[in-house]
């Protein structure tokens, strides 16, 4: 049986309904009071999670300006990474009060640490999952302390090899801990359709025995829909009020009404998915009367032989199947049968 994973009281894994992540990140755009509106939203359009970020700039670079830390290409281009994460991070402070508001509301609270004090600071909120970014999945040391606090974790793989995501996953393993959950990841912002590869969803599930979901940077939910019908267990989308209000994370994020829609939409597709059967259903069962089957089309006396000119298969199905046609052309009628008469075994010898 396949791996899963339990993060609080939700099981992930292949048998369970996709666990759906909001990831906030910088979508508060500084302010406390809109971070708790993005719960609320967030929790009202169908997720299971809310997801932030623990870092300062301080925690995750230098204020440097020579040239190894600008952003030279994206949309970010021409910000040095200090300037960048101080727009973007969510204040320490905060977490408490907003980890308190999800706990209220019923939505899971999770948060992505940076560096080993954020770990801290976050096993002192009481945190129940750890997420790791793509950028960190290298981040070695920062994993196998995480992954030594014994909290499942859920990791994204942006941008690694397959050789990277197995020192990574053997890390979290190293510590004794075995919840673990891959997210395939294009660690572009945003991600198009040509360099998502989902089948890759499957790979990863065959190569470590791991749940496996998806970190999803595109626009639309289409990738989202598509990577559960691959076997996703987790998707992950950015999660803002509007794209009007400005932050680091805005132009790739989904707003509200077309989070709801994904998860609806996810939650359909759950349902289409279903299991394996060659059950007819009880909406099919009305249905099955119109198959064909073997019908008189002229009338034939009794004692007449059955002829390719007097029987034919047709819809619908209320006489033989249409299997033993052959076997009874030539068969001799034991009563009169009328022009539109099922044939059943009962009228021929």
């Known amino acids: ?6 993060v609080k009281d939700r099981i992930i894994g292949s048998e369970s309904p996709c666990y759906i992540i909001a990831e906030m990140s910088a979508n508060h755009a500084g302010d406390i009071n809109r971070a708790i509106e993005i719960i609320h939203a967030a929790k009202a359009s169908g997720a299971d999670c809310i997801k932030l970020q623990t870092y300062t700039p301080d925690t995750i670079t230098i204020n440097c300006n020579n040239d190894y830390f600008k952003i030279k290409n994206g949309i970010w281009q021409g910000e040095t990474l200090y300037q960048l994460y101080k727009k973007a991070f969510t204040p320490w402070e905060w977490q ?17 640490p940076f560096d080993k004090t954020a770990v801290d600071f976050l096993e002192e909120l009481g945190i129940n999952c750890y997420k790791i970014a793509s950028f960190e999945l290298v981040d070695i040391p920062l994993i196998k302390y995480t992954a030594a606090k014994g909290k499942p974790i859920i990791m994204s793989t942006g941008m690694a090899s397959l050789g990277e ?27 198009i359709s040509d360099d998502m590869n989902l089948k890759t969803i499957s790979n990863l599930k065959e190569t470590f025995d791991l749940p496996v979901g998806l970190s999803d940077h595109s626009m639309g939910s289409i990738g989202a829909v598509t990577a559960v019908a691959l076997g996703a267990n987790v998707i992950e989308k950015h999660f803002c009020l509007s794209r009007e209000i400005e932050n680091p994370d805005a132009s790739f994020s989904m707003e509200p009404h077309e989070f709801k829609s994904m998860v609806d939409d996810i939650r359909t597709a ?17 249905s099955i009367i119109f198959r064909k089957s073997i019908f008189s089309i002229k009338d034939i006396r009794r004692g007449e032989s059955l002829t390719e000119d007097n029987i034919r298969v047709i819809r619908p199905g209320y ?3 249409p299997k033993y046609y052959h076997q009874i052309i030539g068969m001799k009628a034991t009563k009169d049968i009328l022009l539109g008469t099922p044939i059943e075994w009962k009228l021929i010898e």
């Open 1 to 6: 049986m396949q791996k899963t994973m339990k």
């Open 270 to 286: 759950e349902k289409a998915i279903g299991k394996v059967s060659y059950q007819l259903s009880e909406r099919e069962k009305p």
């Open 165 to 191: 995501i197995e020192e990574a996953v053997n890390a979290v393993r190293s510590e004794g801990n075995n919840e673990l959950c891959l997210l395939k990841c294009s660690s572009a912002y945003p991600a």
């Open 319 to 321: 006489g033989l199947a």
């Open 96 to 112: 408490g009060i907003l980890k308190e508001e999800a706990d209220k509301l019923g939505i899971n609270f999770l948060s992505t």
